[in-house]
């Protein structure tokens, strides 16, 4: 079974600017959820897509968005990028609840606002 | 709210020596521990999980974890540490019937030296 792909797998964007990134989860999976990884926060809960349906939300502020697609794939979109946004952002992807199933990760976006 | 700690950044262990790293968790009905492993440039792997059952949880490359509901701790153990488990190691917990949210420790750095 092929694992979770994400793309682009580097990015550099200038502040103000926006980016979409995109995730191919597990065949069979319905969940998909996104995090920000940071050295100084650690890892961060983004949101949680089930059926192209947002089933859970972390706190970010509204220029972080995201949407799945029917055949499970999902996109990340963040606005007005800020230098703070520079970060590896991940997509994982799970049968079911991520908070009850085995997540699968991807390798990650890196991402850099200059 | 549920949260979950990982009071060490890092930790140092002699090659062949046993492992500990120690993760806790705030007290709030029944949690799902979870433990994942980042190896550099890569997304984080799952090792093991508690659901329900045996408190001593066995899991990949002879990783363990043990539940102690009564000291709200879940550490992950290995009785003969390799080079090759150097990684980032995160802990992460969820509650079941209150909205399913995982949230993952700020992340432990394991060096093993040779």
């Known amino acids: 079974k092929a694992g979770v792909t994400q793309t682009p797998r580097y990015l550099i964007k200038t502040r103000g600017q926006q980016v979409t990134l995109s995730c191919s989860p597990i065949s069979g999976h319905r969940s998909v959820s996104w995090y920000q990884q940071t050295p100084g926060q650690g890892l961060q809960f983004l949101f949680e897509?089930?059926?192209?349906?947002?089933?859970n939300k972390g706190n970010f502020p509204g220029r972080f968005s995201g949407r799945q697609f029917s055949n499970s794939r999902s996109e990340m979109n963040v606005s007005t990028l800020e230098l703070g946004d520079s970060a590896l952002y991940l997509c994982?992807?799970?049968?079911?609840?991520?908070?009850?199933?085995?997540?699968?990760f991807g390798p990650g976006t890196r991402l850099t606002v200059l | 709210a549920q949260s979950v700690a990982q009071p060490e950044d890092q930790v140092n262990v002699a090659e062949g020596n046993p492992l500990t790293v120690k993760c806790t968790y705030s007290?709030?009905?029944?949690?799902?521990l979870f433990w994942y492993v980042q190896y550099p440039n890569r997304g984080l792997q799952f090792l093991l999980k508690?659901?329900?059952?045996?408190?001593l949880v066995k899991g990949s490359y002879g990783f363990e974890a043990e539940f102690n509901k009564s000291q709200t701790s879940f550490h992950l153990k290995k009785p003969s540490a390799l080079v090759s488990d150097s990684a980032l190691y995160f802990c992460?917990?969820?509650?079941?019937?209150?909205?399913?949210?995982?949230?993952f420790g700020k992340g432990t750095r394991l060096h093993i030296l040779p």
């Open positions: 508690y659901i329900t059952g045996d408190n």
């Open positions: 897509y089930f059926s192209e349906t947002q089933r």
């Open positions: 007290v709030s009905g029944n949690p799902y």
């Open positions: 992460a917990v969820s509650y079941r019937n209150r909205d399913d949210k995982i949230i």
């Open positions: 994982a992807s799970s049968l079911g609840s991520p908070g009850f199933d085995t997540q699968y």
